[in-house]
């Protein structure tokens, strides 16, 4: 596709349900990387691909969260037992590889919210 | 702790007016500084990218300066338009790490 793209745009679950996010990459593009933005914040990494590497995990919050990306191509981000902090937007990224001069391409996010 | 601090938290200017937005950073060792505008329910788009050796990074309107000894940088917005109203992100990125370092942002409200 033309650029990066998320589903849902808007999700509302209920305290303790788990939910999962979907995001797919610009084609062509190793490195994906998951940020959480809550109100008012700036953007929290959570974690990154690149290739078939082991991933970046250490921006998760916890252990309820978790992400899977199969080869170079779409990732999902599951939340267990969603809490009402975890309610934010969730964005995705992708990039031509991991370098940092690579521009990141964010996906236009996930709105959770946890009641 | 590496940490991008930016100013003013808001701001509001009249259509066709000039601002100027601040960015301070800690990361180290420093690799590069790029600004990111981001439209209310939209992902960050990048606007400008500087390394140590560049001091200043023109886009259209948009113009980047980056201070590497003093870790400052500025974006300056020449004659604002309505569809400059945005949250503008400054983040920076260490030498060696791929992840980033994003500063809160500051929400620019162009009034007509």
């Known amino acids: 596709g033309a650029g990066v793209s998320q589903s849902p745009s808007n999700k509302v679950t209920e305290k303790g349900k788990d939910v999962e996010l979907r995001c797919d990459p610009i084609?062509?593009?190793?490195?994906l990387y998951w940020y959480r933005q809550r109100l008012g914040q700036g953007l929290e990494f959570l974690i990154y691909f690149q290739g078939n590497s082991a991933p970046d995990k250490s921006g998760l919050p916890s252990d309820r969260f978790s992400a899977e990306r199969t080869g170079e191509s779409v990732s999902t981000l599951t939340i267990q037992r969603t809490q009402q902090e975890d309610s934010a937007v969730y964005l995705c990224?992708?990039?031509?590889?991991?370098?940092?001069?690579?521009?990141?391409?964010f996906g236009p996010g996930t709105r959770l919210t946890v009641l | 702790k590496n940490q991008v601090e930016q100013s003013p938290q808001s701001l509001i200017i009249l259509e066709g007016k000039n601002c100027t937005l601040q960015?301070?950073?800690?990361?180290?060792?420093?690799?590069?500084l790029r600004w990111y505008k981001q439209d209310t329910g939209r992902g960050p788009v990048s606007l400008t990218i500087m390394t140590f050796s560049e001091n200043t990074k023109s886009n259209g309107r948009y113009t980047a300066t980056l201070d590497a000894d003093t870790k400052q940088s500025s974006l300056h917005i020449t004659a604002s338009q309505l569809s400059d109203s945005a949250s503008y992100i400054c983040?920076?990125?260490?030498?060696?790490?791929?992840?980033?370092?994003f500063g809160k942002g500051t929400m620019l409200l162009v009034s007509p």
């Open positions: 084609s062509g593009h190793t490195a």
């Open positions: 960015c301070n950073y800690t990361v180290s060792p420093f690799s590069n």
């Open positions: 983040v920076v990125s260490a030498q060696g790490y791929s992840t980033l370092t």
């Open positions: 990224a992708s990039s031509l590889t991991a370098n940092s001069y690579n521009e990141q391409f």
